[in-house]
């Protein structure tokens, strides 16, 4: 029982037991039960804590949330030149990820997501210290730009083996060079579905027991929508981006943005983020882009959930050499059962985008009932554009 409830409680016996109501007590009766009430909530709020039982109202801890202030983690990130990082995440979400390598002091870190490296660059920077410490690195882009930031600007931070930067392919393909006992994951790919869910998956066999993993933009789909115009421009600008690179469209109009790939799609990664059994540890700022799962352990008591979030629409079908690759790794820790969920989704989503590419080659001719593709279940929504 916290202040407020004992308070509450207290108002409702004086109500209760006042002199106009019915059941009146005398002054001295009132007082004294009132004394007694006091002293009872106080003792099931100390025999709360201690064993561990809560109210429904103490979210905080009974949800295993920790809002943390990032002003106050031990975050080194101010040595950097913020000039030089080319980093695609924000100031205070740098302070974040740097602040809880530091509180956590993991030993193998991988990172998913490297880009221009500003952000390999800032995990390089919170391990500097840590002989044991060392990081690796996977993009899918095998660009000349992937983890430049670190090669340019940073190039004291890669030394004595700490850094391994894997690129051109999915995590599969490198995780097994990589092995296991991970202990910090950075999590910052695609941010539509199932990308990061299959970035998930893929990792997870290779995590140790109370690992954490940190995932950027899990706000997206509110930031861009334009809920917050702070926000809007650069995030519909980054998003814009994304498209043209990884889906080859050339002309983006901001139209398409918002309703064919924006913010009613960019759900991936706040649906993972609370998704991911274990303590949540989260920005105590407004609508904070960041946040990070410490697992809890057992993790497999969870696999039918993860996997059911390859049910939800996809974005994105990878290419059939990630699937080929992805299949494979899938076969390798998981069950028949699970994977023939993973083998069913990847059917379906690739015929509703073949469908999807009939109706556009066709959109004059085809009536909108008109649906070529079987609906596995009536549950089941089609692409959002599809209707
Ligand atoms: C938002 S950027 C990463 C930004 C970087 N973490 C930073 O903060 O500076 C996303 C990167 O993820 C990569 N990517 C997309 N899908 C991926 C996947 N499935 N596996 C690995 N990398 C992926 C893209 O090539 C891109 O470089």
Redesign the pocket.
């Given at each position: 029982m916290n202040s407020l409830e004992v308070v509450l409680s207290l108002k409702i016996f004086d109500y209760l037991t006042k002199p106009t109501y019915h059941f009146s007590l005398c002054k001295h009766v009132r007082n004294a039960l009132k004394t007694g009430i006091f002293f009872f909530s106080c003792g099931m709020s100390v025999f709360k804590r201690v064993v561990g039982v809560g109210s429904i109202f103490s979210h905080e801890e009974e949800a295993g949330v920790e809002y943390v202030d990032v002003d106050k983690l031990d975050s080194n990130s101010d040595e950097l030149d913020g000039s030089k990082?080319?980093?695609?995440?924000a100031q205070q979400e740098v302070k974040f990820l740097s602040g809880l390598i530091r509180r956590y002091k993991p030993k193998k870190i991988l990172?998913?997501?490297?880009?221009?490296?500003?952000?390999?660059a800032?995990i390089l920077n919170s391990i500097k210290d840590d002989e044991e410490a060392k990081l690796c690195s996977?993009?899918?882009?095998a660009?000349e730009h992937?983890g430049r930031?670190v090669r340019k600007s940073f190039p004291e931070l890669a030394k004595g083996g700490k850094w391994r930067l894997f690129k051109g392919?999915?995590?599969a393909k490198f995780l097994v060079e990589i092995g296991d006992g991970i202990d910090f994951v950075?999590l910052?790919?695609?941010?539509v579905n199932p990308?990061?869910f299959?970035?998930f998956l893929m990792i997870l066999p290779y995590l140790k027991e109370g690992a954490v993993i940190v995932i950027?933009?899990v706000m997206l789909q509110h930031l861009v929508g334009g809920l917050d115009p702070k926000h809007a421009e650069y995030l519909r600008a980054?998003c814009k981006k994304?498209i043209q690179?990884?889906f080859g469209v050339t002309d983006v109009t901001s139209l398409q943005i918002q309703t064919k790939f924006g913010y009613p799609l960019l759900t991936t990664n706040c649906t993972l983020l609370w998704t991911i059994r274990g303590k949540n540890l989260i920005p105590s700022y407004d609508l904070p882009n960041i946040g990070a799962v410490k697992l809890e352990s057992g993790q497999r008591k969870y696999l039918w959930e993860y996997f059911n979030l390859l049910t939800l629409p996809w974005v994105y079908v990878?290419g059939d050499e990630?699937l080929q690759i992805m299949e494979k790794f899938l076969k390798k820790y998981y069950s028949q059962e699970l994977v023939a969920t993973f083998e069913d989704e990847v059917t379906y989503h690739k015929a509703v985008f073949a469908a999807t590419e009939k109706l556009e080659e066709r959109k004059d001719e085809v009536k909108t009932e008109e649906k070529p593709v079987e609906k596995k279940g009536f549950w089941r929504r089609l692409m959002p554009w599809l209707d």
């Open positions: 990082l080319e980093v695609f995440i990172e998913v997501g490297v880009c221009n490296g500003g952000s390999s800032v996977i993009d899918i882009d660009g992937v930031a392919n999915i995590a950075f910052d790919t695609l941010h990308v990061e299959l970035d950027h933009d980054m994304f690179a990884y990878p990630h």
